[in-house]
């Protein structure tokens, strides 16, 4: 065989891609008949025919094909690394777009997003509040947030804050009235504020009695489907609500709410940060993450304080 221009595979490869020598020829700024000098270069130095040629179509033969599979993707590993070294000399700027649940945006990513634009003055962060499971590379974020580790393969994830807990708490109103549940099954004769997630679900109470998970389907009146509702609605004295203790806290500390079977809950996953494995990282990106892992979460709401529902 003789030698081959390694740049004439990429040359077969654009215009099978563009389905013509003369589609491939616009796209790469070059005249048709250069194009058709390269392929009979190549095709004479693999010493076989790489593509069918007609007056109206060009397709690519057996051995076109079979090449064609296997240098499509090494193509774009090498266009990836000559775009990952060339990122390198590329200044942190433009906009990141990151999907995430309430929760996590009000007590994690807000404080973050605050810091690492103070950090990066030519980045813009676009964050979209939105608990329902959707594709990010399909809606154009460049990253999201969930609960958990249950994320798809392709994704790499990075944990955002630290373990999280949930606290049941209640107004002290509504105990001189009702009574404190002493144990979890106790709260099925309480007034407890329902929420109804996006897909439709309703929320369980879980907790934990040693190495026993208990689980408790919330009895009420009221429902809501956000955390700040349930919280408000808790405030007013409308019943026993099960939230992130970063929402409760600050009420419980001022005395307006009473956290309850506190010694039953569980320690939770984190948050964590996803992205996909086979896109290139930006250079924002890039720094966004190692951001992140440097992060002093506890130093967080000195700086940041959430605002109390009222």
Known sequence: MNPVRLD?????????????FRAAALERGVSSSALSQTMNALEEALGIRLLNRTTRSVSPTEAGQRLLERLAPALS????????????????SGTLRINAPAPAVDHYLCPLAFDFMDAYR??????????????I????????VRFGKQLAQDMIALPLGPALRYAIVASPDYIKKHGQPQVPHDLVSHDCIKRRYPGGTLATWRFADG???IEVTPRGRLMVSS???????????RGIAHVFDDYAKPHILNGELVE????CSPTLPHWFLYY?????????????????????WQARTQRHPIAPVG
């Open 260 to 263: 309850l079977l506190s010694d």
């Open 77 to 92: 590993d090498i266009r990836l690394a000559v775009a990952e070294v060339d990122e390198l000399r590329v200044t942190p």
């Open 122 to 135: 030519e980045v813009s962060i676009e964050i979209i509040s939105d608990a329902a499971v959707i594709d």
């Open 227 to 237: 955390a700040h509702n349930e919280l408000q609605a808790a405030l007013a004295g």
């Open 137 to 144: 590379v399909e809606k154009s974020f460049d990253a999201g």
């Open 276 to 296: 996909p494995s086979r896109r290139l990282p930006s250079a924002t990106m890039r720094a966004f993450l190692d951001y992140v892992r440097s992060y002093d």
């Open 8 to 20: 004439s595979f990429d040359v077969f490869v654009s215009i099978v891609r563009c389905g013509g």
């Open 211 to 213: 190495s026993e998970e």
